[in-house]
């Protein structure tokens, strides 16, 4: 299969992929509930105030057209009003993404600097200390829940040893960069003010650790059993025999056919730090679409839950659809074995 | 033809005979892995003092009645001790008892849902594997949908649907957990429908239903088992996030995320409400990955897509 027609293909299903789930999410917020209207406005509203309600949504009209209201509101940017905050949920959620997106690149960070040296160097020691270290440590990182992970780190880190803050992104007297990105660490950086980047960075470092804990502990292992794999290949005993430093045929030949299997996991592993951040943003008060999210929840704040959903199933394909196609560029094998799949 | 008979009979006791060797030499060398394998001992050993904890708790816990509804306020917040193992929560129910309890729930909470979304998998993954084309597509299709969220995201989405229950709870994830199933199955089924002892008894004139549970289901079953073992672990860790966010189990049962949303609220002070409840859960699901990753050696299941 060529590239371009594999890219195609790729998109094509990419968009299959959000219609559906657009159409999923229309029924657990609109039909499930019921009376979207009437739980919004409480069980004391009048029975007018609720058909007012209902006529405003356009709850009044059929299934189907609603949902067609609901899918072209979409392209225009229109989300819908929160109940909560009274302003266009697409507003609210440019608002609060910044900060989950700076959390979530930070909990990547954290998986490639600790997970893939630690999946080489247990992989070079194989059945060594440090591969059973590494293997003590990733297992964990996989059993631990990620809010499990924030407290203790809180207990241990702000409370005994007093070095890192508690909660939020930026300390109350620490002025704000002005906003450009809306990512504080980059903020802080363009403006140069070096004071608001160090405490930025502090307040970061534990929850980002503990939406990345998951993500740490499953590439470690991929990093591990890939290398193993390839270590056994033909063309790595040929490179030991000529002599060539271990060092070198480790990080040189190695690595780099083995990056394919971790990359292709990011995928899984961003999954689960969006699912992780929901958790750890509550523990740390982190104002991010995570927290936002379960606020609207709790409140039944539907067109906000929607909108939620909507961004992060948007964030999640378009981040699989990306790796997807890394993956086929450069490994042709994947292209082909997709076409017979297919047949 | 009462010698007939005879022969028939004996013919086929020897043939269960042989039938049961086999079988037994099979559990003889995956038990002899297993032995072998300190990953899956210890694993198995967590799991089963986890259980026995569990379905023994009006018995070995010391204050069987604090599990429920129950206030002391004397004895509010009394550190670890003899008495309190884990010390008391914010009502002077005593923590060890309701960890234990809380076990109860959380391992109800894993049978229920993948009792309800394994065999549901399994069978969508072997109809779209077996029969392909638009079945295959229809079934396919919608678990990519189902999987393009975070599972908890998902789950939570579902719940939000809804006033928060932990029935209600089990019921949000297990709508969910059938596609990984669906998945695995899929494609085993579809790389199996070729091999020749299927192609056999298709030629023979085997009903579908006979090939699909006679000769492909017992080939993915080894894969089913190890992923649903690991699966535990992630059901539990689904149900204690869902509860540590208040939309799981309400209190005053004892459920671990539960009691670990109520004791987060004490810390630095009161950590052992946080701390017990925090190693306990942990304890639980790292059993349950442990044990998975020693089944996957033993039966030899490829690491892929698990």
Redesign the interface.
């Known amino acids: 299969m060529k590239f371009s027609q594999f890219l195609i293909r790729r998109l094509l299903?990419s968009i299959?992929?959000?219609l559906?789930?657009s159409?999923?999410?229309f029924i657990?917020?609109r039909i499930?509930?019921g009376d979207p209207a009437r739980l919004a406005l409480g069980p004391f509203a009048s029975k007018e105030q609720v058909e007012h309600l209902r006529h405003n949504m356009g709850m009044d009209k059929s299934l189907p057209l609603q949902y067609w209201n609901y899918i072209r509101g979409l392209f225009h940017g229109d989300l819908g009003l929160s109940f909560q905050t009274r302003r266009n949920v697409a507003l609210d959620i440019t608002h609060y993404l910044p900060a989950t997106v700076e959390l979530i690149t930070m909990a990547i960070l954290w998986v490639f600097v600790i997970g893939v040296p630690l999946g080489v160097l247990s992989a070079r020691y194989k059945d060594g200390w440090l591969d059973n270290t590494s293997r003590v440590i990733a297992?964990?990182g996989?059993?631990?829940?990620?809010?499990?992970v924030g407290?203790?780190g809180?207990?241990v880190f702000s409370?005994v040893l007093g070095i890192l803050p508690t909660t939020g992104r930026l300390a109350l007297l620490t002025p704000n960069p002005p906003t450009i990105t809306g990512l504080l660490l980059l903020d802080s950086l363009i403006a140069g003010n070096f004071d608001t980047f160090g405490d930025a960075l502090k307040h970061i470092l534990l929850p980002s650790f503990a939406v990345a804990m998951t993500g740490i502990g499953q590439i470690t292992r991929i990093t591990r059993?890939s290398m193993i794999d390839v270590s056994s290949k033909d063309y790595i005993e040929a490179a030991r025999a000529f002599g060539i430093p271990n060092r070198y045929v480790t990080f040189k030949y190695m690595l780099k056919p083995s990056f394919i299997a971790p990359m292709t996991i990011l995928g899984l592993s961003f999954?689960?730090q969006?699912?992780?951040a929901?958790?750890v943003e509550?523990?740390f008060a982190w104002p991010g679409i995570a927290k936002y999210?379960?606020r609207?929840?709790?409140r039944?704040d539907?067109n906000a839950?929607m909108g939620v959903?909507l961004i992060?199933?948007l964030a999640?394909?378009m981040v699989n659809f990306i790796v997807d196609v890394l993956a086929g560029y450069i490994d042709p094998r994947i292209r082909i074995q997709e076409e017979t799949i297919e047949e | 033809m009462k010698n007939k008979q005879k022969v028939l009979s004996s013919v086929n006791s020897e043939f269960t005979t042989t039938q049961w060797m086999v079988l037994k030499d099979k559990i003889g060398r995956a038990w002899y892995r297993f032995r072998r394998n300190s990953i899956s001992i210890t694993g198995g050993s967590m799991v089963l003092l986890v259980i026995l904890l569990a379905i023994l708790a009006p018995y070995v816990t010391p204050y069987p009645q604090h599990a429920g509804a129950f206030t002391d306020f004397l004895n509010a917040f009394q550190t670890p001790s003899k008495s309190h193992w884990f010390g008391t929560d914010e009502i002077g129910r005593d923590l060890f008892t309701r960890v234990i309890f809380g076990y109860r729930i959380s391992l109800m909470l894993a049978v229920i849902v993948l009792g309800i979304s394994v065999p549901l998998g399994v069978i969508l993954g072997l109809t779209a594997g077996y029969f392909g084309g638009r079945i295959e597509t229809i079934i396919m299709r919608t678990t990519d949908v189902f999987l393009a969220l975070p599972p908890l995201v998902m789950a939570l989405a579902i719940c939000a649907a809804f006033t928060p229950t932990i029935e209600r709870a089990m019921l949000a994830i297990a709508s969910i957990w059938w596609t990984w199933h669906c998945r695995l199955v899929h494609g085993i089924t579809r790389s199996i429908k070729t091999e020749e002892f299927v192609q056999a008894s298709w030629v023979i004139g085997d009903s579908h239903f006979r090939i699909i549970f006679k000769d492909i289901l017992p080939n993915c079953m080894s894969a089913i088992i190890v992923k649903t073992t690991l699966d535990v672990g992630f059901v539990i860790l689904i149900g204690a996030g869902l509860s540590f966010l208040g939309l799981g189990t309400q209190p005053p049962k004892s459920d671990l995320g539960t009691m670990i949303s109520y004791g987060a609220q004490y810390l630095p002070t009161k950590w052992w409400t946080t701390v017990f409840p925090s190693f306990a859960i942990l304890f639980l699901i790292l059993g349950f990955n442990l044990l998975g990753d020693g089944l996957r050696d033993m039966l030899d299941v490829e690491t892929e897509g698990i």
Not at chain 1, 142 to 148: A, K, L, M, N, R
């Open positions: 299903y299959l992929v959000l559906g789930l159409i999923l999410i657990i917020a499930l509930p297992f964990v996989v059993s631990v829940p990620p809010f499990v407290l203790i809180q207990l409370y059993s999954a689960s969006l699912g992780n929901f958790l509550t523990v999210g379960i609207a929840i709790l039944k539907f839950i959903v992060i199933g999640f394909v």
